[in-house]
């Protein structure tokens, strides 16, 4: 079991950079791949990125490569999100998510663990 605090969204310009942070509780965080999802009013929760429990593989969307960075820290128990460059289309709540085994990882039933979500609000 696993459980995800989310944090780091705010009000921010287009243009300019935020950096979300997932904190997992428990001492098995280790065997956890872990990912980004987002979701924007209307429209179904997307996959942001995904890295591995060994953190040595990361997958992204195409609309966020290049901008993106997921990466994770095991002595913190917690996995982060920089975004650069932010468009007013990132706006959007920011979920974390675990998964023991995946296939893919950009599959949102591939996750049995969420945190609530941060709100991320880029203004043009």
């Known amino acids: 079991q696993v459980q995800l605090v989310e944090s780091g969204g705010r009000l921010v310009q287009a243009g300019g950079s935020l950096r979300l942070s997932c904190a997992a509780s428990?001492?098995?965080?280790?065997?956890?791949?872990m990912g980004w999802f987002r979701q924007a009013p209307g429209k179904e929760r997307e996959f942001v990125a995904r890295?591995?429990?060994?953190?040595?593989?990361?997958v992204y969307a195409d609309s966020v490569k290049g901008r993106f960075t997921i990466s994770r820290d095991g002595a913190k128990n917690t996995v982060y999100l920089q975004m650069n460059s932010l468009k007013p289309e990132d706006t959007a709540v920011y979920y974390c998510?675990?998964?023991?085994?995946?296939?893919?990882?950009?599959?949102?039933?591939?996750?049995?663990?969420w945190g609530q979500g941060t709100q991320v609000t880029v203004s043009s």
């Open positions: 890295i591995s429990s060994s953190g040595l593989t990361s």
């Open positions: 998510a675990a998964a023991r085994l995946l296939r893919t990882g950009v599959d949102r039933d591939e996750y049995g663990y």
């Open positions: 428990g001492r098995t965080f280790s065997i956890y791949s």
